[in-house]
């Protein structure tokens, strides 16, 4: 007994096109909305920028106080407003408590004895890879009044430092009791600090 072989019928070229197409759109569709949610969930997984700008305005003005340490930078009394540190590398981290106090002491010596007096603004930035780097950032986020600072009461000084073993960079925004030409100062070396910064008791 035989059974007869029914003919498949013919699909029209069109049909085979659009199905084509139709089957094209929903796996691109696919690709998109799952490529959109792995860049939702590596944004989701990236932590907030750090916000480093410091708004000189809303720092304290005038010189500096009349007792206690006497800040200056190149021989001129200073107020200290704000002092940031960052690691000097990838793999470095800032000290806390008694190892942060002496660092910043190891910056400049006394140093630590001027922020307990001037009550700065403390900022903790995050690593840093270069001391260029770190200046120029600091320098722009922190934008001083005039001519970067030049002929206004307000200066700032940054540059790499030591303390033991370990590397860290330092920004100071001061402001003095009247204008003056102080401006931006970059210190080029670890030795120059002492010559920049001095701490009078």
């Known amino acids: 007994m035989f059974v007869e072989a029914q003919a498949v019928p013919d ?6 096109l659009g199905g084509a197409a139709l ?7 696919f690709v998109v909305v799952l490529v959109a949610l792995l860049r939702s969930r590596a944004k989701r997984l990236e932590p907030p920028p750090v916000d480093l700008r410091i708004d000189v305005g809303d720092l304290p003005r005038g010189g500096p106080p009349e007792k206690g340490p006497r800040l200056e930078i190149y021989g001129t009394p200073v107020r200290l407003a704000a002092l940031v540190l960052a690691p000097a590398g990838r793999n470095s981290e800032l000290p806390a408590g008694a190892a942060l106090s002496d660092a910043i002491d190891s910056l400049v010596p006394e140093l630590m004895s001027v922020v307990g007096a001037h009550q700065p603004l403390f900022r903790r930035w995050p690593f840093q890879l270069s001391t ?7 320098f722009n ?25 370990q590397q ?14 102080l401006a931006q100062i970059t210190v080029q070396h670890v030795g120059q600090w002492m010559d920049v910064v001095r701490v009078k008791n």
């Not at 260029?132 to 600091?138: D, K, Y």
């Open 11 to 16: 699909v029209p070229l069109f049909v085979l």
């Open 23 to 29: 089957v094209i759109a929903v796996l691109f569709l």
């Open 132 to 138: 260029q780097g770190f200046t120029h950032t600091f």
């Open 141 to 165: 986020n922190v934008p001083l009044p005039g001519d970067h600072g030049k002929g206004t009461p307000w200066c700032c000084v940054a540059g790499r430092f030591e303390a033991g073993d």
């Open 168 to 181: 860290f960079l330092a920004g100071l925004v001061c402001t003095a009791g009247k204008a003056n030409s």
